[in-house]
C-alpha cells in the first residue's frame, strides 16, 4: 500500500472541492492549498458521496478508506504507522487505505484554540506512544458505528457481528461492505463511554511489517515538500540576514537590487522584544521580495549592506575553555545538582581504585536536507501556511500572535516534511513569513538558502563533561562523580532559571540506580549562540561522554568492557525512576548481549580489529550498538554495524528498522566530520563543504538491526538510534589502535559528538 495507489488521476483543488462538498470538509484539511500542485488521488476517490467515521477516518460507497495521519512525518514513518494503528483496530482493508497529511486541527472555543487531534509533533519520540493511548479508539470507534449500521441493516444484534478486512459478517455469513454501511454509520451518536479496543491476539497490522506510504513517491520524484508549493500571486522572499544576533543594519542602499528586473520590494525585519527565542525572528533581515527565485536571488547579492556587529562576541574556542575551567574548578559551585545518591565524599575515602577522564563535545547544526521555508497569505479573514513543521499547534501560536485571527482563521498545512532534528520546534522562519505577507498584502513563498540555513540555527551547545569514579576490591563502582558544563537549549525560552538543567542533563540517566553513590552537577555558562533540541533534548548527548567512560574503567581494570557493563547492570529488576519511569536492568542486559553476539565479541581479545559496545536508556525504550573496525595506514574503516533496540509493542518493524539505522548512519557521520565553530559569534560553516556529512566511503555497507519482540506499551524510537552509536564507534577505535599498538589517541579525541 502506497500513500496513493498505483493508478492515479490528477485532481485540480476546484475538483476536489466539488467532490467533498457536503462531507463536513473531511480531507479538505490534508490538500495542498497551491492552484498549481494538484493533488493525484485514487480514481476510487473520484465519487461524489465521502462519509466521516470519527474524525480520522473517511470512507467512500465502494468501500475506499482514508485515513488522516496527524503528525508531521519528517522521515520517521508516522505516516504509515499511525494510520496503521487506527486502520488495525478498524478492521480495514489495507490495501484500499490510502494516507492524507493532517493539517493542523484547532476549532475556535470562545477565542482559545481546541485542537481537534491532540498530539500534533512529529520527530520527538512520543508519536507512537501518545497514538497508542488515543489513535485506537479512533479505529474501533469507526469499527463500532460500522457495526451499529450493519446490525440495523441485517437484524443481527451488533455483538454477535464481526469485522475482516473493510467488511461485517453475520454468524450465518451474511457480510456487508463498509462502503455500503457508511452512510448510515456517519448518522449514528457515538456512544457515552469508550469503545473496547482489540485484544492483541486480534491484531492483523499492529506488529507486522509495511513500506513507507511516501516510498514511491520519494523514489519517483512526486513527492511534494513545502518547498514545492506555490500559489499563483505569491512573491518570492529571500533573505540576508545579521551574523550577529545582536546586531543590526549599519548601512543599506537598496537601488542597485530595485533595478533588478521583477524585485517588488526591500523590507528589514527584526526581532520582536520580550518574545522567547524560537518564537520571533532571530537575528535582523533583510528580505527581498520578487516575482520570481531568480529575481530575488540577484537581488539579494545586489544589496549594499553593512551589518554592525553586536554587543557580545565570543569564539567556540573559549567557550570551550570555559566550560573546561569550570568542570576542572573543584570549589565552583554547580549551577544545579541534578542528582546526589549516597555520599560520594565519604564513600570515596578508601577505595582500591580511582579513575578520571574529561570530554569534549563540539557544537553541531541541524542541517537539515529541507532549508527552512513557508508559504503564507494572510489577510483580513484568515492566513493559510503551507509550512515543513515538527509541531503545527507551535507554529499556530506564532501567526495567531502576528495577526490576532481568531483560532479557526487560522489554516496551517503539513506535508511531508524534509528532515526536522529539533530544528522546526522553532518557527522562526514562520514569523519571518507571516510579517512579510502582512507588509505587502500579498502571498508570500519565503525561501532560505543554504548558507543562510546554516548560520541561522539553533545549535546544539558544546559541552565539557569531567567524570571520577572509585572502584572496591572486587571491581564494583561504589562512587561516580559527573560535572558538565554547557549554554542551556532552553535559556531565554520562558524556562525558569532553576529548570535550565532539563535539557543538558536527565536526572536519571545511566548509571543512576546502578551507583549507590552518585552526583551529577551542570554548570550553567551563558553564550550569545542561539542554541535547540538536536535529535531529542541535548541531554542525549551524555550517552556519548558515559558509555566512553565506563570503557575507561574497563581499561584501567584489563578487562573485557562487556564484563564490565553487564557487573554494572547487575541482575534483572526493576528501577523505579519517578513519574511511572522504570529502569529495567534485565531488558538492558539483553540489548547489550544481543548485539555483542551478532558481533562476535567472543573474539574481542584475539581479532586484530578493534570492536566496541555501548548501550543506553531512552524514557522507556532500550538500545546498544556494537561496532568493528580496523585500520588501513591511517584510513579508519567501519567494517561492522550491529544494533538492538527494545521499544515494547512494535507498530511497523519495517519502519523501526529503518529509522534505527537511517539514525544510527547520522550518528556515525556526526561523529567522524561534523563540528560547528565561529569567531566574534559568526559561524564559519556555510555549505556541505564546511559542514561535510560522511560518504558512502566512510559509511558502512550495511547497519543490523535487531529487533526485540515485546508486549508492553510501545515507546518512541524517533532518535533511538543516536545516543550509542558514537561511542560505541568511539570505543571501537580505541581498542582498535591499542591493538595496532598505535593507540592514536588524537582519533578519539576528535569522535566528539552526542
Not at 694 to 714: E, F, K, N, R
Request: aromatic share 6%.
Amino acid at each position: 500500500m502506497s500513500r496513493q495507489d498505483d493508478h492515479i488521476a490528477p485532481l485540480s483543488r476546484r475538483r476536489f472541492l466539488q467532490v467533498l462538498a457536503g462531507t463536513a470538509g473531511a480531507l479538505v484539511v490534508g490538500i495542498r492549498l497551491a492552484d498549481a500542485a494538484d493533488l493525484p488521488v485514487p480514481p476510487a476517490m473520484l465519487g461524489d458521496t465521502l462519509y466521516g467515521i470519527g474524525a480520522y477516518v473517511r470512507i467512500d460507497a465502494d468501500g475506499n478508506i482514508i485515513i488522516g495521519a496527524r503528525d508531521p512525518d519528517t522521515g520517521t514513518g508516522t505516516a504509515t504507522a499511525l494510520p496503521r494503528i487506527i486502520a488495525d483496530e478498524l478492521d480495514a482493508d489495507w490495501t484500499r487505505v490510502s494516507v492524507v497529511p493532517l493539517g493542523l486541527g484547532v476549532e475556535d472555543d470562545n477565542g482559545k484554540p481546541r485542537w481537534i487531534y491532540g498530539h500534533q509533533t512529529g520527530g520527538m519520540g512520543d508519536s507512537i506512544p501518545a497514538a497508542w493511548a488515543d489513535l485506537r479508539g479512533a479505529g474501533a470507534l469507526a469499527r463500532w458505528l460500522l457495526l451499529q449500521a450493519a446490525a440495523r441493516r441485517l437484524g443481527v444484534p451488533a455483538d454477535r457481528l464481526r469485522c475482516d478486512e473493510g467488511n461485517v459478517i453475520a454468524p450465518d455469513g451474511r457480510r456487508l461492505g463498509y462502503g455500503a454501511l457508511a452512510e448510515a454509520a456517519a448518522k449514528i451518536a457515538p456512544p457515552a463511554s469508550p469503545v473496547p479496543l482489540k485484544t492483541p491476539d486480534r491484531y492483523t497490522l499492529i506488529g507486522q511489517p509495511a513500506a513507507d506510504v511516501d516510498a514511491r513517491a520519494i523514489v519517483t520524484g512526486q513527492a511534494a515538500y513545502a518547498l514545492d508549493n506555490y500559489a499563483g500571486d505569491a512573491l518570492i522572499a529571500v533573505l540576508s540576514h545579521c551574523p550577529w544576533v545582536d546586531g543590526g543594519v549599519e548601512s543599506l542602499d537598496t537601488t542597485d537590487t530595485m533595478a533588478v528586473k521583477g524585485v517588488v520590494k526591500v523590507v528589514q525585519l527584526k526581532p520582536e522584544a520580550g518574545v522567547p527565542l524560537g518564537q520571533t525572528v532571530r537575528a535582523p533581515a533583510v528580505a527581498v521580495l520578487a516575482e520570481n527565485t531568480w529575481a530575488a536571488l540577484q537581488g539579494r547579492a545586489k544589496l549594499k549592506l553593512q551589518w554592525k556587529s553586536g554587543t557580545q562576541n565570543e569564539n567556540s574556542a573559549w567557550f570551550e575553555q570555559q566550560a573546561s575551567d569550570l568542570v576542572n574548578d573543584k570549589n565552583a559551585a554547580p549551577t544545579t545538582r541534578v542528582r546526589n545518591d549516597g555520599d560520594v565524599d565519604v564513600a570515596g575515602r578508601k577505595v582500591a581504585r580511582r579513575i578520571e577522564a574529561t570530554y569534549v563535545q563540539p557544537w553541531l547544526a541541524h542541517a537539515t536536507p529541507e532549508p527552512m521555508n513557508c508559504l503564507a497569505r494572510v489577510d483580513k479573514d484568515g492566513a493559510t501556511l503551507v509550512v515543513p513543521t515538527q509541531a503545527p499547534q507551535q507554529a499556530w501560536q506564532v501567526v495567531r500572535r502576528l495577526t490576532g485571527l481568531a483560532p479557526a482563521q487560522i489554516d496551517i498545512k503539513v506535508p511531508r516534511v524534509g528532515g526536522g532534528y529539533g530544528r522546526r520546534l522553532d518557527h522562526d522562519y514562520v514569523a519571518e513569513a507571516v510579517m512579510l505577507a502582512k507588509q505587502v498584502d500579498k502571498p508570500v513563498k519565503l525561501m532560505w538558502t543554504r548558507d543562510e540555513d546554516m548560520a541561522q540555527d539553533y545549535y546544539r551547545s558544546a559541552c565539557v563533561h569531567k567524570f571520577s569514579a572509585t572502584l572496591d576490591g572486587k571491581r564494583q563502582i561504589v562512587t561516580w562523580n559527573q560535572r558538565m558544563a554547557s549554554a542551556s537549549a532552553l535559556a531565554q525560552r520562558g524556562v525558569p532559571d532553576n529548570r535550565l538543567w532539563t535539557s543538558e542533563v536527565d536526572g536519571h540517566q545511566l548509571p543512576a540506580g546502578l551507583v549507590p553513590n552518585l552526583r551529577s552537577d551542570w554548570y550553567q555558562l551563558p553564550s550569545v549562540m542561539p542554541r535547540g533540541p538536536a535529535r531529542g533534548m541535548p541531554h542525549l548527548s551524555n550517552a556519548f561522554a558515559v558509555e566512553s567512560f565506563v570503557d575507561e574503567i574497563a581499561q584501567s581494570l584489563k578487562e573485557d568492557p562487556l564484563v564490565t557493563r553487564l557487573r554494572l547492570i547487575g541482575e534483572p529488576r526493576q528501577i523505579p525512576l519517578g513519574n511511572d519511569r522504570v529502569l529495567d536492568t534485565g531488558r538492558l542486559a539483553n540489548v547489550l548481549k544481543l548485539v555483542a553476539d551478532r558481533i562476535e565479541w567472543k573474539n574481542w581479545l584475539r581479532t586484530v580489529n578493534g570492536l566496541g559496545i555501548a548501550c543506553w536508556y531512552v524514557d522507556g525504550a532500550y538500545v546498544a550498538h556494537a561496532i568493528e573496525t580496523s585500520l588501513q595506514g591511517e584510513r579508519l574503516n567501519i567494517e561492522r554495524v550491529v544494533c538492538a533496540v527494545d521499544v515494547g509493542r512494535v507498530i511497523n518493524p519495517a519502519g523501526l528498522e529503518g529509522q534505527v539505522a537511517g539514525a544510527t548512519l547520522d550518528a556515525l557521520s556526526t561523529a567522524l566530520n561534523l563540528s560547528v565553530t565561529y569567531k566574534d559569534s559568526q559561524v564559519q560553516q556555510h555549505s556541505w563543504k564546511d559542514y561535510p556529512l560522511a560518504s558512502m566511503a566512510q559509511l558502512p555497507d550495511t547497519t543490523d538491526v535487531i529487533i526485540v519482540p515485546g508486549q508492553g506499551d510501545p515507546a518512541g524510537a524517533s532518535f533511538l538510534g543516536m545516543p550509542t552509536a558514537a561511542p560505541a564507534l568511539a570505543n571501537a577505535v580505541f581498542r582498535v589502535s591499542a591493538v595496532r599498538v598505535r593507540r592514536l589517541p588524537l582519533l578519539k579525541e576528535m569522535l566528539r559528538m552526542l
